[in-house]
């Protein structure tokens, strides 16, 4: 799946409401196990330094989120009001 052209799909000002949603699905799934290293250390390098509102820390929490939690974040994707991202997601993951 190439998470930067959804990123990109998405609306700057629904960045920061999707990255808690996101955020909490990491930080609550009880799937961890899936969580690659380099992407949790990529996360938290971005949460360091306070740039998780960015493409690229978008792109790791929605890599991350789909890893870990894909139905949750596909729901919230719908919730937030875009059911078109939701949509390419599934066709991605075949859902």
Do not use: C
Not at 36 to 52: G, M, R, T, V
Not at 59 to 74: D, G, H, M, N, Q
């Amino acid at each position: 799946m190439d998470y930067r052209k959804i990123v990109e799909l998405i609306p700057v000002p629904k960045w920061d409401e999707l990255s808690d949603k996101l955020v909490d699905f990491i930080l609550t799934s009880k799937n961890e196990e899936k969580m690659p290293n380099q992407l949790a250390n990529s996360i938290l390098h971005h949460w360091k330094y306070d740039i998780l509102l960015t493409e690229s820390g978008l792109i790791a929490l929605l890599e991350a989120a789909l890893l870990l939690e894909p139905e949750k974040t596909i729901n919230a994707f719908n919730e937030l009001q875009m059911a078109n991202v939701a949509e390419q997601i599934k066709e991605a993951l075949e859902f």
